[in-house]
């Protein structure tokens, strides 16, 4: 069984400023890793993702995340969000049946 | 990555009528899902819809509520039967990456950008 947690519901944030999404999960094998992110009135669409090698991962948009291992993360990172970043991030794990969990989500609120 | 399309982007639908939702990918997969998004909520999976075979259902979603059709590779559909206002989501489909696809893009979902109905 897998699960992911992600702890704020909510992160705002002021424009230009960095800012860290935080995920944590919990599988029993070895794990892929997802974020997603859902602009307003979108579909999901990938950021960013973990299946093997380096545990940064870089995405697009200007995000990074980085995968680790003994403290069960995978937190987002940007060094500097702008408005448009504003929408709903996902994170997602997988082990094995290649069918994901997903969190809760986390909205990213972007001020000028 | 692949391209993925819905139809319809939306609906408003009475209660107690059904809805078949679309789905078409530019190529070929062996794994398509649908998804349930309910209002501030996260993902919820559905079911699994294999080419050739059963739809594989999820805890808590039946076939009659909500029966899936995958006639070929490339396309998909789910109904929502008897509607009431509790459907009244966001679903989603998805793939996973083609069946000649690079490895870097094998066990990664993609989605399609949804279908918003609302029941009333």
């Known amino acids: 069984a897998q699960s992911v947690t992600q702890l704020d519901s909510q992160v705002p944030v002021f424009e230009e400023a960095p800012v860290e999404l935080r995920c944590n999960y919990s599988s029993s094998v070895s794990v892929y890793l997802f974020w997603y992110v859902q602009y307003p009135n979108q579909g999901l669409q990938l950021l960013l993702k973990?299946?093997?090698?380096?545990?940064l991962v870089k995405g697009i948009n200007g995000f990074e995340a980085e995968f680790n291992k003994s403290q069960t993360s995978f937190h987002l990172r940007k060094p500097s969000v702008h408005i448009s970043d504003t929408a709903e991030y996902f994170c997602?794990?997988?082990?094995?049946?290649?069918?994901?969990?997903f969190g809760r989500g986390t909205s990213l609120i972007v001020h000028p | 990555s692949a391209v993925i399309s819905q139809k319809p982007s939306r609906d408003i639908c009475q209660r107690g009528t059904s809805l078949t939702i679309q789905c078409q990918v530019d190529?070929?997969?062996?794994?398509m899902f649908w998804y349930r998004q309910q209002p501030g909520q996260s993902l919820t999976l559905i079911a699994t819809?294999?080419?050739?075979?059963?739809?594989?259902?999820e805890s808590g979603f039946v076939i009659d509520k909500f029966p899936i059709s995958r006639p070929n590779l490339t396309f998909s559909t789910l109904t929502v039967s008897n509607m009431s206002p509790e459907d009244s989501s966001i679903y989603l489909c998805s793939v996973e990456y083609p069946l000649a696809g690079e490895r870097t893009d094998r066990e990664t979902q993609y989605f399609g950008p949804g279908t918003r109905l609302l029941v009333l």
């Open positions: 190529s070929q997969v062996t794994m």
């Open positions: 997602a794990v997988s082990g094995g049946s290649y069918i994901p969990t």
């Open positions: 973990y299946l093997s090698g380096s545990t």
């Open positions: 819809a294999n080419q050739g075979s059963e739809a594989t259902y």
